[in-house]
């Protein structure tokens, strides 16, 4: 690394932080919303701030569309808890006493977690955004060049910078094709916002004290709705089909319950990509003074109309209105009612991913509408997964989370993102020196982001990416990106490092 990547990215994270108006030393989501409601707000405001000034920012444009959402359930979390605090001592009992003071340090855990995934956005695509304003492909270029960004992202900055462009100087025909660019590019970025940098708290919140995770994340699907025009919240977008079958009825139920949740990534990013992005995207066609009057607004305006307490009686209605039973003659049935929900769970089990030649779309199985395939399992049970590379070789590994993506709108998929189960620093420095051996980077390089790892632990930035870049195997190009996921407190203990293999290919 010629370049220090962390002394790099610092440089552009400092302009952003100056430009949206934040004090470094006075940010500290563990100290809950109360102390960083400025912070939050400043941050929406910085991402709505860049749309106006460049509408081809689309992603920051969406970023502080959706922002009072985001803050509006920052305020219900900081506030649920002291609540439940002042209740405890109103309770009887030692026991309901420590069932008290849990729910309100859950209730705590998440709020801390949600502002600590904004913080991790900010540091990566805010500095990003002004390398690009300061110097364009030239200065993404140097992220690239140091490590900090893979082969994909400096693609969609090309997209995105290619449309610019365009759209400034090109005739109508040649200026949608730019547009189509500059979407295409900031999807790419939203894709590195939900997979990269926050899907590892999803992830936590999920899994903390099992099952409670699981059920704090299933209400935040329900009562979530994204606050972008026309888009749809999880169960009013993908509701919860409930079978039964009585006598010779069947009986099929739509109801006001979500088939998913959006801690898991596969369902996340398929309302992202099949409602909440295109909803986006055509404010900003067919209303952009729309979108422009949004986000001239402040954000504490805005989300108002987003507390539960402005939402409750909405929210009431819906958990009573919106069940839709459909019948049918079915064959006849004993006298027995059956219930079950109609979807299938997601299950990954050892899978092959054939890259020997570039896979078509069809090949790829992508799912009707959607320029994605994804291979998980409930819970990110690990599974094994083999992907068949040119020149007889393969790569073997206990994946987690697989990708399969198009970085064009209906196009055949060009890239596949192979996520692995965390690990520690020093167990994932063993890894990389392995895959250094067997895939033909300098292990060197693997020296030197330790180093620099362990530098991060003392600092107060949460995040940081390092991508280090294999031999061609033929016409597919192999990366190996480490995302570093740093705590600053104790209580979290989250200094895992996430590695994730990058394939792509023309």
């Not at 990547?5 to 563990?30: K, N, S, T």
């Not at 998929?413 to 692995?420: A, G, M």
Request: hydrophobic share 45%; proline share 5%.
């Amino acid at each position: 690394m010629d370049v220090d990547a962390y002394e790099l990215q610092d440089v552009w994270f400092e302009r952003a932080l100056q430009r949206a108006g934040i004090d470094r030393e006075d940010w500290h989501p563990a100290q809950g919303v109360d102390k960083n409601s400025t912070t939050v707000q400043a941050v929406y405001g910085y991402y709505g701030q860049l749309f106006l000034e460049h509408p081809y920012l689309e992603w920051a444009g969406m970023a502080g569309m959706i922002g009072p959402a985001f803050y509006a359930g920052f305020l219900d979390l900081g506030l649920v808890p002291d609540a439940v605090r002042e209740a405890v001592l109103a309770v009887r009992g030692r026991a309901s006493r420590r069932l008290a003071r849990e729910a309100a340090a859950d209730l705590g855990y998440y709020e801390t977690k949600f502002l600590t995934m904004q913080k991790k956005i900010f540091e990566d695509q805010a500095a990003m955004h002004e390398a690009y304003l300061d110097g364009g492909m030239t200065t993404i270029m140097q992220f690239y060049d140091a490590g900090i960004i893979d082969s994909a992202t400096v693609k969609a900055w090309q997209q995105i910078d290619k449309g610019r462009v365009a759209a400034a100087t090109a005739a109508a025909a040649a200026a949608n094709a730019a547009i189509d660019g500059v979407v295409d590019g900031n999807r790419a970025l939203l894709f590195r916002e939900q997979h990269d940098i926050i899907d590892r708290y999803y992830v936590r919140m999920l899994t903390h004290r099992w099952p409670i995770g699981l059920w704090f994340t299933y209400l935040l699907t329900l009562i979530g709705t994204p606050s972008v025009p026309h888009a749809l919240s999880y169960p009013r977008r993908y509701p919860l089909r409930v079978d039964t079958r009585l006598l010779q009825v069947a009986i099929s139920t739509l109801t006001p319950l979500a088939n998913g949740n959006i801690a898991v990534f596969a369902d996340r990013w398929k309302l992202i990509e099949s409602n909440t992005l295109p909803a986006y995207l055509d404010v900003l066609r067919n209303e952009p003074e729309l979108a422009y009057c949004i986000l001239h607004k402040s954000l504490k305006e805005r989300a108002k109309s987003y507390r539960l307490r402005d939402r409750a009686g909405q929210l009431v209605l819906g958990a009573l209105t919106h069940w839709e039973p459909k019948l049918r003659a079915a064959p006849f049935w004993p006298l027995t009612l059956s219930a079950r929900p109609a979807w299938r769970s997601l299950q990954a089990g050892a899978t092959v991913i054939d890259l020997r030649s570039a896979p078509s779309r069809p090949a790829a199985d992508f799912p009707v509408g959607a320029d994605s395939r994804i291979w998980m399992n409930p819970r990110r049970t690990p599974f094994d997964l083999t992907v068949q590379l040119p020149q007889k070789r393969e790569y073997h590994a206990r994946a987690e989370l697989a990708v399969m993506l198009s970085s064009a709108r209906g196009g055949d998929p060009d890239r596949l993102t192979v996520q692995l189960p965390p690990e520690s620093l020093d167990a994932t420095a063993r890894r990389l020196s392995d895959y250094a051996r067997e895939w033909g980077f300098p292990p060197n390089a693997v020296a030197a982001w330790r180093a620099q790892a362990a530098r991060r632990q003392s600092g107060d930035r949460y995040y940081g990416t390092h991508v280090f870049r294999a031999d061609d195997i033929g016409a597919v190009r192999l990366e190996f990106q480490v995302a570093h996921h740093v705590a600053h407190s104790e209580r979290e203990r989250e200094r895992d490092c996430v590695v994730t293999a990058l394939f792509s290919w023309s």
